[in-house]
């Protein structure tokens, strides 16, 4: 079996900058998720720190394949040294270019882990945390253009309100977009302190909490999180396996929702059945999940992060 651990400039080794680039979440049991086979073809959709795909790569035999994906080149010290994986620096919005570039036209099993990684968080110059002063970045691909103080600066009143109200779920959504258009017409709102002065006035309940919803809206919406999150799901039908398996964590109930009702409809809008003879075109899933997986006490106590996690599992049947 080939060496997955490579050595790095500062002296440790690849799975230890892994364990400090980001804590894997429900690691065992999204492994467990995929019913990996030693022969078979995975793809790890959110690569980060690797360590989901370590995993997996310790169930694959020589003749098995994974595909990783990360938009983010801070993932690249991470990767193993390891001729059954592949690297493909790209939003996972694209895996079905990227797969059939690499004639690889069906897989046995789909994972992402969807949200920010600890090392995103942790880098203050990334923008992604009001714990740091930093300028509005957020962007997990740093080669694309839009920043969240681009965000601040361009989008209409109305814009603003409805990504505040809908990927946020700020109660005062309408207040804050009105706010950020009044004050930036006199100073510039592009970095994190300046963006929580401005809008401390209207804060509502515990401020750390708003600020964490305002600042979630303004990165799901900066990486069209949303977009790439369906556009990963509709694909997701063509190039599984019969009896291959997609498992999805999520972090915040807009992504569960989509997760949850695609697994159920086989479709991102729920099929309208025939008014004549009551059917619709075939689910191509099974839910394994009819509830979603959530870390245990031991695992929280361990990665508070993990706490919002939620698993949905589905296997392909058509």
């Keep these: 079996m080939p060496n997955a651990s490579i050595n790095n400039s500062d002296g440790m080794t690849s799975n230890e900058n892994e364990s400090v680039y980001h804590i894997p979440v429900l690691l065992n049991e999204a492994i467990e998720a995929l019913a990996i086979k030693s022969d078979g073809v995975y793809v790890d959709c959110t690569f980060g720190g690797g360590g ?27 990767i193993p040294n390891d001729d059954r994986v592949v690297f493909i620096q790209q939003n996972f919005r694209h895996i079905g270019r990227f797969l059939r570039v690499n004639k690889c036209l069906n897989v046995d099993g789909i994972l992402a882990d969807l949200g920010v990684s600890s090392h995103q968080f942790d880098e203050p110059e990334r923008g992604f945390s009001i714990r740091f002063d930093a300028a509005l970045d957020m962007r997990m691909d740093t080669r694309q253009t839009l920043t969240a103080a681009k965000i601040i600066e361009t989008y209409t009143e109305h814009q603003l309100h409805k990504l505040f109200e809908k990927y946020g779920e700020v109660t005062n959504a309408k207040t804050l977009a009105r706010l950020i258009v009044e004050k930036r017409n006199t100073v510039s709102i592009n970095t994190i302190s300046k963006l929580k002065q401005v809008i401390q006035p209207i804060v509502k309940g515990k401020p750390n909490k708003y600020f964490a919803q305002v600042f979630q809206a303004l990165r799901i919406e900066v990486n069209d999180e949303i977009g790439a999150l369906k556009e990963l799901l509709q694909q997701s039908v063509s190039f599984l396996k019969a009896e291959g398996r997609i498992a999805v964590i999520t972090f915040h109930s807009l992504e569960d929702r989509i997760v949850k009702n695609f697994f159920k409809w086989g479709s991102i809008e729920e099929i309208v059945k025939d008014d004549v003879y009551g059917v619709g075109p075939k689910n191509p ?7 979603p997986i959530e870390a245990n006490e031991s695992e929280v106590k361990i990665n508070p992060r993990s706490r919002s996690a939620k698993l949905r599992i589905a296997k392909k049947i058509d």
């Design 52 to 78: 989901h795909s370590r995993e997996i790569l310790k169930r694959l035999g020589a003749n098995g394949k994974l595909f990783v994906f990360d938009q983010d080149s801070d993932v690249c010290p991470n």
């Design 285 to 291: 899933f099974e839910v394994i999940t009819r509830k």
